[in-house]
């Protein structure tokens, strides 16, 4: 299975972006997709997830603010991030998760600076 996440850059506090995660390979009907993050010296947290069935989870740090969605004919999953703030940036890794394994992306910047 591979994963390529698209959509980080560098946005303004307030601004959005929207990431996106592609997964190609051997793909089941039932999985999980998500992102997770990393921010310099910190440990990688949860942002997000959602199963194929469209129930989704948040970190409380997400709630109200980014909206995760999937696309399954498509295999990708979306991370629309809204009112960010300078405490949101870090590396975003989007992740698979099928039978039991874990599949991760390379990861996408995103830097919340004016």
């Known amino acids: 299975v591979q994963l390529q996440a698209s959509g980080g850059g560098l946005v303004q506090p307030g601004g959005s972006l929207r990431l996106s995660c592609a997964a190609s390979?051997?793909?089941?009907?039932?999985?999980?997709m998500g992102w997770y993050r990393q921010a310099p010296g910190k440990q990688r947290e949860l942002v997000a997830g959602?199963?194929?069935?469209?129930?989704?989870n948040y970190a409380d740090s997400a709630k109200g603010r980014f909206t995760i969605s999937r696309d399954n004919a498509k295999n990708t999953v979306y991370l629309q991030m809204n009112s960010l703030k300078p405490e949101d940036t870090a590396v975003y890794y989007c992740y698979i998760l099928q039978r039991g394994f874990p599949s991760w992306g390379q990861g996408t910047l995103v830097t919340v600076s004016s």
């Open positions: 390979g051997n793909i089941f009907s039932m999985n999980y």
């Open positions: 959602i199963s194929s069935g469209g129930s989704t």
